[in-house]
């Protein structure tokens, strides 16, 4: 059996056309509505509650706890102060990453570790010498993301805390109808947003106080679907899809650096020894090989292209993941990895992996795509990602 | 002499024989195979051993038959059926078990029951031997260079070899280092932590060997075991519909369909050898029969100093032969049931039952197992891989009814005393208590038992000590040392007499690879 989720009891009754999905070994819903429309649009228009409970999360604490992160992950420990919220991907001994998630400073002396993958092993590996505690808190520990412009007003109804003052990736420790709660505002959808951390005994009980104070605001239960659009928008990676976990690749082809996936920004290469310094070092030094960015998909190339078969474009409410070759002078210069078409910015979008030099902003390059069984090629431009991000994620 | 004149006769209907006799049919040789029983198959036989009830009586899974076996052959149109065997329960001293399922996320939460940690490295672990399997995967498919010989096709297959050790990178080629020399149990130890989960992977660096998990050396064989693949997925077990007999049966129609000719109940005595040369083979009903060339399916021990007179051979290659171990280790036994076992870990029906229950508790379970047999007697409780293959395919036995395989080690070869009637009755029942521990309601649904000692393995199929693998799978013993070094390419001293048993590289299970490359290099020979 897979497992579920402890908003089980509540999600289930909802899911309307059991469309589930497989998360991290959950059984979660793609959507509640037969398709994710009305649960992207509350992304973006109102607030949407979304189960990210699948998350693997760890608590580690202890006087080497700091020590051991600073060793994994490619940002500064010595800068995260109490309260506050790391985004960051870890790396191998080459430089290749393994995974992306967060690091919350729950206190002086503990953090919180979330991962897509089970990491605990390699903290393990990592805590060698040190003097830290590692627990394994994923099931314990539900989750629940609470995204869109309204999200602000539903939560600070609900737990009474000034939440205007919760800056970007910082977090709170308060209290949703005596149910204590961490809040932190962070989410994986580019819009204002914050990500609830609750004892999963009480997973429930919250889910409720949070329907009835967003009710009034338009709050709406949003699966995978929704999420997915959301977060090519914002041009949030995804392991496994985006790029492979360099635990999981097959072959060294498969494996990215962080400069590979635009995380560049998150490798402080002054600090401290950590994992795949020397090769980020290195790697910095002449210049990755391979840029992921944004590509525009020409509308009017696209609908050309149907129309040469007769047919009005065909564009779908779900957001793909499959790998497609990216083309420039009738040579494949990289791959599409995930992609969909925006309702919000009307636009087709993808994330694509581009060898160097061909992912500088505004190259114009071509996508495959398939129209009435036939491969095609349609006109895209590079962009900078992300492709959405409003003022209201970080005021 | 009869007046039929062949142009290869396979002495042996074993699955390699038949193999090689396939291939050499399908270039057009005018193919005889001779089989001493009333039935092809060797160890890959299925038998009505009690009235309904069929058993694959020896070999009872199949992973690594070769692919290229499979398309070259068309297998599938000759009956080939490989139904999926896909979980293995062990049951734990406690009461409690560990199963590992076919899917990926039911068996990360099973194993996170026990240990986190091992779950994560599972993940890694998996990856690893993939690409071990990989690593050693273009050695089952090449006839073994010898790295002491200056022949051009000797270097050119050990400059291909070296390039492909070379591509592998460091941490490839030392994890591929430590699988050829360290014992299982250490090499698993510096993966995972949960005992029963180190015994049930280091199951299956034992099998056919007598070796214990934390000797040095089993751990290749882990390996070994590891390679199988299905449909290109390694790992993947499966089971013939119809028995382990139905996999032969399907490369004889093979064999068949190319104009090969097979008779049963034709036992060789020798092989004729004039002038150094073979010229055919004497049937012990006295009726000799002709061919150009004579392959011999048998292990190395027949094939060298039973079908033809070591006379003829090198002195250093008679000894070398002597030399080589076979120390059958294994034991069988069939049970036909009037109904399930109920396993105290999951009683009732269930999911279990449809896959392998394997009894291997702990490290120390298995190397105490190994323990009885290294002072001469069978392990008083055994190491066991139990399966119902009635419950994967309902042909096996009547309605309701059903028949388990219990592959059981050690049962050494050279029991103290040797084997008779009561020591194999006594074996039987170690067995059987061995596993009411686990199920104890097994003993009331006994309808009828088949035990075989690796005594009953040589007397019944020829098979030297009752070794399953025409000899082990040690280290000394494979690859350009299998059978012995300088006659590891299937030829032998006598001109036109070949070998093309698991005894020859790349070795035992159902596998197929040591007749195919045997009738290739014929082929090459004699072109």
């Known amino acids: 059996m897979l497992k579920t989720s402890p908003f089980h009891p509540r999600t289930s009754a909802l899911v309307r056309a059991q469309t589930w999905r497989r998360w991290a070994g959950y059984q979660m819903a793609s959507a509640y509505d037969p398709h994710p429309d009305r649960e992207y649009a509350a992304i973006r228009n109102a607030a949407a509650l979304i189960d990210v409970s699948p998350l693997y999360k760890y608590r580690i604490t202890g006087p080497g706890a700091a020590r051991l992160l600073d060793r994994m992950i490619t940002r500064d420990m010595a800068k995260l102060k109490a309260g506050q919220v790391y985004y960051t991907p870890w790396c191998d001994a080459e430089g290749k990453v393994i995974d992306d998630g967060t690091v919350t400073r729950l206190s002086e002396s503990a953090y919180r570790l979330t991962s897509a993958d089970s990491s605990l092993r390699w903290l393990h590996l990592n805590a060698v010498g040190l003097s830290v505690e590692i627990e394994d808190i994923s099931e314990r520990t539900a989750a629940l993301s609470i995204q869109g412009p309204l999200s602000r007003d539903i939560l600070s109804r609900a737990t009474g805390a000034d939440l205007a003052s919760l800056k970007y990736f910082r977090m709170i420790e308060t209290a949703v109808r005596g149910i204590p709660v961490a809040v932190s505002r962070t989410g994986y959808t580019g819009d204002l947003g914050y990500e609830i951390w609750v004892d999963a005994a009480r997973a429930v009980p919250l889910w409720d106080a949070l329907i009835e104070a967003g009710t009034p605001f338009g709050v709406t239960p949003a699966g995978v679907w929704a999420l997915d659009i959301a977060r090519i928008e914002a041009g949030l990676i995804m392991m496994d899809v985006d790029y492979f976990s360099s635990h999981h690749a097959l072959i060294e082809a498969r494996k990215s650096s962080p400069y590979e996936i635009n995380l560049g920004w998150a490798v402080s290469p002054d600090k401290g020894p950590f994992n795949g310094r020397r090769a980020l070092a290195a790697e910095r030094a002449r210049g990755a090989a391979w840029g992921f960015v944004g590509l525009e998909i020409s509308w009017d190339s696209f609908e050309r292209l149907f129309a040469a078969r007769g047919l009005p474009p065909q564009i779908s409410n779900v957001a793909w993941r499959v790998s497609v070759p990216v083309y420039k002078d009738g040579r494949q210069v990289g791959y599409a990895t995930s992609g969909c078409w925006s309702p919000l910015l009307k636009k087709s979008l993808a994330l694509a992996h581009l060898r160097a030099p061909h992912f500088k902003p505004g190259s114009p390059v071509k996508v495959e795509v398939t129209v009435e069984h036939r491969r095609e090629l349609a006109d895209a431009v590079v962009r900078k990602l992300p492709f959405f991000d409003p003022e209201r994620k970080k005021a | ?527």
Request: aromatic fraction near 8%; hydrophobic fraction near 40%.
């Open chain 2, 1 to 527: 002499m009869s007046r039929e004149r062949y142009d290869a006769i396979v002495i042996g209907g074993g699955h390699n024989g038949l193999v090689a006799a396939a291939y050499l049919a399908r270039a057009g040789r005018k193919t005889l195979v001779l089989e001493r029983r009333p039935m092809i198959g060797g160890a890959a036989v299925t038998e009505e051993v009690f009235p309904g009830f069929k058993f694959s009586v020896f070999s009872y899974v199949v992973s690594l038959l070769r692919p290229e076996i499979i398309r070259d052959l068309d297998l599938p149109k000759h009956g080939l059926q490989i139904l999926p065997l896909e979980s293995t329960v062990t049951p734990l001293e406690n009461g409690d078990y560990l199963a590992s399922w076919s899917d990926p996320d039911e068996t990360r939460r099973e194993l996170c029951r026990h240990s986190p940690r091992d779950a994560d490295a599972a993940v890694v672990f998996g990856r690893l031997m993939h690409h071990m399997a990989m690593a050693v995967r273009p050695i089952l498919g090449m006839v073994p260079p010898d790295p002491a010989s200056l022949s051009p096709r000797d270097l050119a297959g050990l400059l291909k070899l070296g390039g492909h050790f070379r591509s592998l990178g460091p941490e490839r080629f030392h994890a591929l280092h430590k699988l050829m020399t360290m014992s299982s149990a250490d090499y698993l130890d510096e993966w995972f932590e949960f005992d029963a989960l180190k015994a049930t992977k280091s199951a299956s660096g034992i099998i056919g060997t007598f070796l214990g998990p934390r000797s040095p050396g089993s751990a290749y064989v882990l390996l070994h075991h590891y390679m199988g693949e299905i449909d290109g997925a390694f790992r993947a077990w499966g089971f013939q519909k119809g028995g382990t007999g139905a996999i032969s049966d399907s490369i004889a129609g093979a064999a068949r369909a190319h104009g090969a000719e097979i008779r049963t109940g034709a036992g060789v005595e020798r092989v004729l050898v004039k002038n150094g040369r073979a010229t055919g083979v004497a049937l012990s009903s006295g009726e000799e029969i002709a061919a150009s060339l004579v392959v011999s399916g048998l292990d190395p021990r027949l094939t060298f100093t039973r079908l033809v007179d070591p006379k003829e051979l090198p002195g250093p290659l008679v000894e070398g032969i002597r030399r080589y171990k076979f120390r059958g280790s294994s034991g069988k036994v069939n049970l036909a049931l009037s109904g399930l076992p109920n396993f105290t870990c999951m009683p009732g029906e269930g999911p279990h039952l449809r896959g392998a229950m394997s009894i291997s508790p702990s490290i120390e379970y298995l190397e105490r197992a190994y323990d009885d047999a290294k002072y001469g007697e069978f392990s008083r409780h055994p190491y066991m891989d139990i399966v119902i293959p009635s419950m994967i395919d309902p042909g096996m036995a009547p309605p309701g009814k059903h028949v388990m395989s219990i592959f059981v080690q050690y049962a050494p070869y050279a029991v103290n005393g040797g084997w008779t009637d009561a020591k194999r009755e006594a074996f039987g029942d170690a067995v059987v208590k061995t596993l009411a521990r686990y199920a104890p309601n097994i003993e009331s649904l006994i309808l009828h038992r088949q035990v075989l000692t690796p005594h009953d393995i040589e007397r019944i199929t020829g098979l030297t000590e009752g070794n399953i693998f025409q000899g082990e799978l040690a280290l000394q013993q494979l690859f350009f040392l299998r059978p012995v070094p300088e006659w590891a390419k299937y030829r032998t001293p006598i001109h036109g007499y070949w070998q093309c048993g698991a005894g020859t590289h790349p070795g035992g299970g159902i596998m197929g690879a040591s007749g195919r490359l045997a009738a290739l290099e014929m082929l090459r020979g004699s072109s």
